[in-house]
């Protein structure tokens, strides 16, 4: 794949993965709560997850017009959903009320890492 090619792809992503923040984060939470929400519910911290991905997903979107000018938010975001993942997976080990997540967001959010950790430019030449 051309560097060209791997920055379009990654554009696209970025916009797909910012919209999901945005609107699917507050769908599956609706849709399929036991893979989305935490056992007891708690409307605050969901308004507060929410919120902070809402926000999320607009700076994705706004990475996507220059990605290699906004390297660090990529980063930021697969290392974040890395960790954050990675806590919810021991957190759902531990308490099998929460095995559902396994379904549900914890792949999301590690696949959205994932998928960026490919796409993202290794190393970027000044020009």
Excluded at 4 to 19: N, S, W
Excluded at 60 to 76: C, G, H, Q, T, V
Aim: hydrophobic content about 55%; charged content about 15%.
């Amino acid at each position: 794949m051309t560097p060209e090619a791997k920055v379009r792809y990654l554009q696209a992503a970025l916009i797909l993965f910012g919209i999901i923040c945005i609107v699917g984060l507050y769908s599956m939470m609706r849709l399929w709560p036991p893979g989305w929400v935490w056992t007891p519910a708690q409307p605050q911290y969901e308004q507060m997850l929410i919120g902070v991905y809402a926000t999320l997903g607009v700076f994705l979107i706004l990475a996507a017009r220059e990605p290699l000018k906004n390297l660090s938010m990529i980063w930021f975001t697969i290392w974040s959903s890395i960790v954050h993942g990675g806590i919810m997976f021991v957190q759902a080990m531990e308490d099998e009320t929460e095995r559902a997540h396994l379904l549900g967001d914890i792949p999301a959010i590690l696949l959205m890492a994932a998928v960026l950790w490919i796409l993202v430019p290794k190393r970027v030449t000044a020009k």
